[in-house]
């Protein structure tokens, strides 16, 4: 039996680890736990440990520490590292130094650790070995990538090296790009653009199969190479998902891809680069994040969203400005032709009218999809219509929703910053690095005006509400584990526990060893 170390100080995530899944199965058992890499590096010492499961963030001594520390002793477990949406800095360190795959707290599933430790035996051959040897490959695969970004933004003629056999052509976008890129710094090549190609590159068939370049820094451009023309689909979708995941789990930015037809041609690249591009304009009409495919079968492309735009300008420019009277106006002309033309023809009409909205959104930073809690797929929904004259119920809603949406769109984008900064400080309030500042980022907005907003919209100042949290979540777990009362407070995100002490005796009127006592 191979010999498992669990390393994190979450009680509770030590205690899901040792019961998500039968190890035994997998020809594994538990050797041991730690609250952090210190204690680890006794069990280690004690005996062969053939994986180690480690937390990023620790007190006394953290995940990059231990990693360290097992290099430099000459131990050679394979590592797992749990991560959250704010570690992918920490993450992508520990890749270098060597760890084999991650584990998302958020995501922690028995489905989820029996996949990756399945995946862990599979990829054990193809795991590149040696820094100097990574450091070679890395370059070369960034000067790859830079090579074909060149190419498809014209700036390089065709680079036949880059071709070997069958290709597809494959773009990435980021959702609600302007959202996300505030989180960076205005140094986006080094902030986001790296890490989301290193982290693609830490994918064993990304690495062998794909190169991989950046457009700008919300736009990727994928080469694929085709190993079976014949049976290509599945694993050039399972690729993209793969890598959309990815980029989720680790930098929590949503990634949606257009996926060109095969070729054998080099001089068809552009040909293709352009086919994944109206691909990836169509996502629109599948839902958030989704994968839009060039063999699938549609019931509208780009071009046929372009002719439906130029012929109802009028009702796309009175959805767009909230106009209800010229909207009133033109959408009776359109039902009438809907019904003269039949349910296929205007399931059609209506897909490129939903198409061509949501481009015109689009060119002014806005998100059409932002207007349902669930995600739509339209060829789904508008292709279950079996008469006209269900369609045009459905299109009288959808107009109005439109409409309201427009009407109050600033209002309610205020209300979801307000709602995603209170999500980020419960994800992140165990990090005592947590400031005022990091949320502003996060959401993007100017630290004084979110500072005033938030207390408007919570009733009391930020600190307030991240020490309400804090401390709510250390009582928890004073009720809930035997964890000693400085394990409490830096799990809580308090480094002092002298500090933790005050702030938990000024809140709840006791102090944290005297409310254990009163619980008891």
Request: glycine share 6%; hydrophobic share 40%; with cysteine.
């Amino acid at each position: 039996m191979k010999r498992v170390l669990i390393v994190d100080d979450d009680t509770i995530v030590r205690i899901t680890l040792r019961s998500l899944i039968r190890w035994e199965d997998f020809g594994y058992q538990i050797a041991g736990d730690a609250i952090h890499g210190k204690q680890a590096l006794r069990y280690l010492e004690a005996g062969p440990i053939d994986l180690v499961i480690t937390d990023m963030k620790m007190p006394v001594m953290d995940g990059l520490g231990l990693i360290e520390e097992i290099h430099k002793q000459g131990w050679n477990p394979k590592i797992l590292v749990l991560s959250g949406y704010d570690d992918f800095k920490l993450v992508r360190e520990a890749f270098r130094m060597g760890a084999v795959d991650y584990l998302l707290k958020s995501d922690l599933t028995s489905g989820l650790l029996e996949k990756v430790l399945l995946k862990m035996e599979e990829a054990a051959g193809e795991k590149y070995s040696g820094e100097s040897g990574d450091k070679v490959r890395e370059e070369e695969a960034f000067y790859k990538g830079q090579v074909l970004a060149d190419m498809a933004m014209g700036r390089r003629p065709l680079e036949l090296s880059l071709f070997s056999g069958e290709y597809v052509v494959v773009q990435f976008e980021l959702e609600d790009t302007v959202q996300h890129v505030a989180r960076f710094s205005h140094n986006l090549a080094e902030e986001l653009v790296k890490p989301v190609l290193s982290f693609a590159r830490q994918i064993p068939r990304v690495a062998v199969r794909c190169v991989l370049g950046s457009i700008s820094p919300s736009r990727y451009l994928m080469l694929y190479k085709v190993d079976d023309g014949r049976v290509y689909q599945e694993g050039m979708v399972s690729t993209c998902r793969q890598l959309c995941r990815v980029w989720k789990n680790y930098m929590n930015l949503p990634v949606a891809a257009g996926i060109s037809e095969k070729d054998t041609q080099p001089e068809a690249f552009w040909e293709k680069m352009e086919e994944a591009g109206e691909q990836l304009r169509l996502r629109y009409l599948k839902g958030k994040g989704q994968l839009s495919c060039a063999w699938e079968k549609k019931r509208i492309g780009c071009r046929q969203v372009k002719e439906i735009e130029g012929r109802y300008q009028k009702l796309l420019q009175g959805l767009f400005f909230s106009d209800e009277m010229m909207v009133e106006e033109e959408k009776n002309s359109l039902f009438a032709e809907l019904h003269e033309k039949g349910i296929s023809e205007a399931v059609r009409i209506s897909l490129g009218l939903i198409g061509a909205l949501a481009w015109k959104l689009e060119e002014n930073q806005d998100d059409l999809r932002n207007l349902f809690s669930d995600e739509i797929d339209y060829y789904e929904k508008l292709g279950r219509f079996l008469e006209v004259r269900e369609l045009e119920l459905w299109l009288n809603n959808y107009f109005r929703w439109i409409l309201d949406y427009q009407k109050h769109k600033p209002d309610r984008y205020q209300e979801d910053l307000m709602i995603r900064a209170r999500r980020f400080i419960l994800d992140n309030y165990v990090n005592p690095e947590l400031t005022l500042g990091s949320v502003a980022d996060y959401v993007g907005l100017n630290e004084k005006y979110f500072s005033s907003k938030f207390t408007k919209e919570e009733g009391m100042t930020f600190s307030n509400f991240l020490t309400e949290v804090r401390i709510h979540k250390a009582k928890e777990l004073m009720d809930q584990t035997n964890l000693k009362i400085y394990e409490v407070s830096q799990s809580v995100g308090y480094n002092s526990v002298e500090h933790f002490t005050r702030v938990f005796k000024k809140i709840c009127k006791v102090s944290p060893g005297n409310y254990r006592k009163q619980e008891d």
